[in-house]
């Protein structure tokens, strides 16, 4: 089975700090997804990555940018850390564009900014 | 960003009880996906569908592809304690450009034991 994992299920940072947000997945998948998800407002995308070193906004960049040197590996970086963007963190990888088997999730990180 | 209409958006129930859910898009997919999120984690893979009118089962659970390509169903027979979290329907028109997900917002549910 595929395996994406998120390098922290907790983390707490302070306002203005610089945060990284690690994901690794171990089945060669092309795509890898960046998601937020919010009571009420389910899984918003933040950013996509259909091969190494390209990268595409989603529905909410703002705040975040991301980078992707190696394949299996898609980090999440929101340069200056603020209370809002306390939130669930997903990511996600896929085979490839339109895979009929849609995305495998990580576990999540649960990130709170004070 | 595009999203998916699923409702409802929680739902309270006792543990016996038959569940259903759906969704609802404007356009219309080529397939339909149904996950599963367990409190603390990332959603999972339930139920995929590909064909319009198609009909899928995954244990207690079944899910339809609508014949118009624009809604899907997922039902849960006697649900049972473990069936709590959220339970995302997700759209795609695969090949060419079109090939992210569109998820709706979630059905939450809880079980009374």
């Known amino acids: 089975d595929v395996k994406v994992t998120q390098s922290s299920r907790y983390l707490v940072k302070r306002t203005g700090e610089k945060v990284f947000l690690e994901c690794v997945q171990d089945?060669?998948?092309?795509?890898m997804f960046w998601y937020r998800q919010d009571p009420g407002l389910g899984l918003r995308l933040i950013y996509f990555?259909?091969?190494?070193?390209?990268?595409e906004k989603g529905d909410i960049p703002e705040g975040y940018s991301v980078s992707r040197e190696k394949k299996e590996r898609f980090s999440l970086i929101l340069e200056s850390a603020s209370t809002n963007q306390t939130s669930m963190y997903l990511c996600?990888?896929?085979?490839?564009?339109?895979?009929?088997?849609?995305?495998?999730f990580g576990s999540g990180t649960r990130l709170t900014v004070v | 960003g595009q999203q998916l209409n699923q409702s409802p958006q929680s739902m309270f129930i006792q543990e016996g009880e038959d569940v259903s859910m759906n969704c609802t898009s404007s356009?219309?997919?080529?397939?339909w996906l149904w996950y599963k999120q367990d409190p603390g984690e990332g959603p999972v893979l339930l139920i995929a569908?590909?064909?319009?009118?198609e009909l899928t089962s995954n244990g207690r659970l079944t899910a339809q592809f609508g014949i118009t390509r624009k809604d899907s169903f997922l039902n849960i027979s006697a649900s049972i304690p473990s069936d709590v979290g959220i339970y995302f329907c997700a759209g795609m028109n695969y090949g060419g450009s079109q090939g992210n997900l569109i998820f709706g917002k979630g059905t939450k549910l809880s079980v009374k034991p």
């Open positions: 996600a990888s896929s085979l490839s564009q339109g895979t009929l088997r849609g995305y495998t």
């Open positions: 089945m060669d998948h092309e795509n």
């Open positions: 569908l590909y064909k319009a009118g």
């Open positions: 990555s259909y091969d190494v070193k390209m990268k």
């Open positions: 356009s219309i997919f080529n397939t």
